[in-house]
């Protein structure tokens, strides 16, 4: 069982915990010192996610097999690591037309937690298996465990939960010294070393998890048949502006005329993809929906077999 058993002498050997030398004196520099020292940090960050492109790979891997068979795609995390996989999961639906359901995001402290910092909570280990319970969290899911020191117990508490499920777990931590890592199979070590501002790390800590978070549900999405060559095919035009992206997108990638594009679109039942479909191949909504069922929804296949 995971406990938290940190020491004022190993929080201090972690790297998110060390000073950073750049910034040693950066409280005496001018305005534009200041944010040179904290640009040159931010360079370092995309350097270190390129080191480990092989390991997030294996896990967007594991992700679309789970999807594949009905599973999802969970996030959790405290503090700024916790807003951003929310912030992630949040997106997924209106980019891609998925339910809500199929990826979440889940915080220490829960949704007070996304505007004000509850900086306990992340010491409550039976919180984090507590959010899994809920949502019947399974072996068919996957668990990303997201946390820049790789120590707070209500992340641990969920990650060994999932494991013992038999699960996929990830992690994605700053830290090479992660707990997470002792209950993963995937384990992503960004190492963007000390903070500018020591310990904070929303900075480059927050930004390598952003990055990260973008790529895994991002390569995921378009390994489902979510993009074609690189527009999102499946957004859910709920608003106007997204209404006019939609029938744009079918006048670009069938070269249709506007009114043309408009009718696909409203014969489609505001569905672009299978508009797009509809348009190219001169069929109607049910037999571009039929298509595009049997493709699993990449438009290239069906293309390719037409």
């Excluded at 915990?17 to 960050?45: P, Y």
């Excluded at 790390?201 to 489902?224: D, E, W, Y």
């Excluded at 106007?240 to 939609?246: C, V, Y």
């Amino acid at each position: 069982m995971t406990n938290n058993s940190l020491t004022p002498q190993n929080l201090s050997e972690l790297t998110t915990e060390k000073r950073n030398e750049s910034s040693g004196d950066i409280d005496s520099k001018t305005s534009l010192e200041i944010l040179t020292i904290i640009n040159n940090e931010d360079k370092k960050v995309p350097p270190a996610i390129e080191k480990i492109i092989p390991e997030i790979a294996a896990l967007v891997d594991d992700i679309v097999a789970a999807f594949k068979k009905g599973g999802r795609l969970i996030y959790i995390g405290a503090g700024t690591s916790g807003r951003l996989g929310i912030l992630d999961a949040s997106e997924c639906p209106p980019t891609y037309g998925v339910s809500p359901g199929m990826v979440q995001g889940f915080i220490a402290g829960g949704r007070e937690a996304l505007t004000k910092s509850i900086e306990s909570a992340e010491d409550r280990r039976d919180e984090g298996v507590g959010e899994l319970k809920d949502i019947g969290f399974c072996v068919d899911d996957v668990l990303v465990g997201i946390t820049a020191s790789g120590q707070a117990p209500y992340v641990l508490g969920a990650l060994e939960y999932a494991r013992d499920l038999g699960a996929v777990t990830g992690a994605i931590s700053c830290n090479a010294n992660s707990k997470t890592f002792d209950l993963t199979k995937h384990r992503l070590f960004v190492d963007v070393g000390p903070e500018v501002v020591t310990g904070s790390t929303r900075m480059k800590s927050g930004t390598a998890q952003k990055l990260v978070l973008n790529m895994l549900s991002t390569a995921s999405m378009i390994r489902m048949g979510k993009v074609y060559k690189n527009l999102m095919v499946d957004l859910k035009p709920v608003n106007h502006k997204l209404i006019l992206r939609s029938i744009r997108l079918i006048r670009e990638l069938t070269g249709c005329s506007e009114e043309q594009a408009r009718e696909s679109f409203e014969a489609s039942e505001k569905n672009p993809k299978a508009a797009i479909v509809m348009v190219l191949l001169k069929v109607d909504r049910r037999r571009a929906e039929e298509l595009l069922e049997e493709a699993e929804g990449h438009i290239s296949v069906i293309l390719g077999k037409a």
